[in-house]
C-alpha cells in the first residue's frame, strides 16, 4: 500500500513517473557510444519509455541521438556542467549515465540528489575517493526509493543468473580457487588534433588516461572481477597483489595507462583468485571467468563440471537490454533494485589491483578503502581549455599510491 501511495502522489515522489502518467523520462548523459547505445537498448527494454534530454561535454556528440529521438535544442545541454541542467529538469525521472568514468562518482551523487532513478555505465570511479561517494549516494537513493543499476550485464544474463544460484547453492562445494580474464587486442584511440586543449583531447581519448578511465582494468576487466565477487556472494578479497607493464602500446597517443596486468586476490579463507587482463595486439584473446570447488567447477555462464554436472538449457535474452528492463520493472513495482554499493565495491577491488601492479606492492582492502588518501576525481571548476600534463607512466620503486608510506610504517610498527 505504501509503494502504491508513493508510485499515485504525483511527479514530484521519486517512484512516481512524470507527469502523474506510466512514462519512463530519460535523459542521457555521455552520448557518445556507449550512451548511446544504452539509450537505445533502454527505450527496447520496456514499453512507455521516451528519451527526453541529452547532455555531453561536446556538442558534436549529441547529433547522433538528436536525430534519432527528435531532441529540441533547448533540451540538449553541452559543457562540464550540461549533467547539471539535464538533472534539473523536472520530467526527467531516469538518467542514464555514460560519460568517462572519472565523471561518474559526481554525477551519479548529483542525479541521486535531484531524485532521478540512475543507470550508469560501469566502472563507477576510478579512486577511493570516487568509490566512496557512489557508496553514500547508493545509501541516500535507498532512502529515498530510488532505483540504481550499473551496466554489469552479466547480472542480468539469464546464463549467468542461474548458474550463481546453483554455486551459491552449492553445486560445486566450497570454492577453492578462481580465475578471470579479459585478454584481447586494443580499441579505438582519438589521436591529438589541432588546437586542442589537454582537457579536451584527454576526455576525448579518455581510455588512456587514469583519471578518467581507471586504466583498462578497471574500465573492462572490472566486468569479470565483479562476476568471481558475485560467485563469493559479494564477499569481497581481503588484498590484493599484481604487476604489470606498458610494453606494447608506448606512444604518446596512449596516455600513460598500462597495457597488461597480473593480479591476485585472496579471499577469506586464504582462497587465491587470479585476475589477468590485456590490451595488445596479435596475442591470444580469453574473456571469461572460471570457479573451482570441492564437488567441480564452473564457467560462470551455463556449465557445472563435477558431482552436480549441469547445462544451461533456458531461454537466452540480449543483456544489455535486460538490465533496463529489470531496473524500470523494479521501478514501476514499487521495489526499485540498488546495485550502486556492490559495483562500487567491484570498482574498488579494479582499482586496488591497478595501484598494486603500479606501485608492486600488497595492499589491504580495509586500508585502501578507509585510509588510502587517493582523489582523482574532478575539480568542480575544470574547464575543457584547462592544461593537464600527462602524468609519467607508474615505474615501481618510483610510484607510491598516495598515504602508503604511512601504511608501511605502521605496518613495521
Known sequence: MAAGTLVLSGAANPLAYAQGSDEIRVGVVGCGGRGSGAAHDCVNSSPGVKIVALADAFKDRLGGLKKDFNIPDDRC????DAYKQLMALDDVNLVILATPPGFRPKQFAEAIRQGKHVFMEKPVAVCPAGVKMVIEASELASQKGLGVVAGTQRRHQPEYVETMKRVHDGAIGEIVSAQCYWNMGGLWVSERQPGQ??????IRNWLYFTWLSGDHICEQHVHNIDV???AFNDVQPETVHGLGGRQYRTEPKYGHIFDHFGVEFTYPGDVRTISMCRQIEGTANNVSERVVGTKGWTDCCGTIVGENAWRYRGPRANAYV?????????????KPLNEG???????????MGRESAYQRQQF??????????LDLLPSDDLKLSDARPVPAVAIPGQYFVPGWEQERRGNRG
Open 341 to 351: 554499493k556492490r559495483i562500487a565495491e567491484s570498482t574498488l577491488c579494479a582499482i
Open 197 to 202: 586543449s589537454d582537457v579536451e583531447w584527454q
Open 77 to 80: 545541454f553541452v559543457g562540464l
Open 228 to 230: 568471481i565477487n558475485w
Open 364 to 373: 589491504r582492502r580495509s586500508w585502501m578503502l578507509n585510509r588510502c588518501t
Open 322 to 334: 535486460q538490465e533496463h528492463t529489470d531496473l524500470i520493472k523494479s521501478i514501476r513495482d514499487g
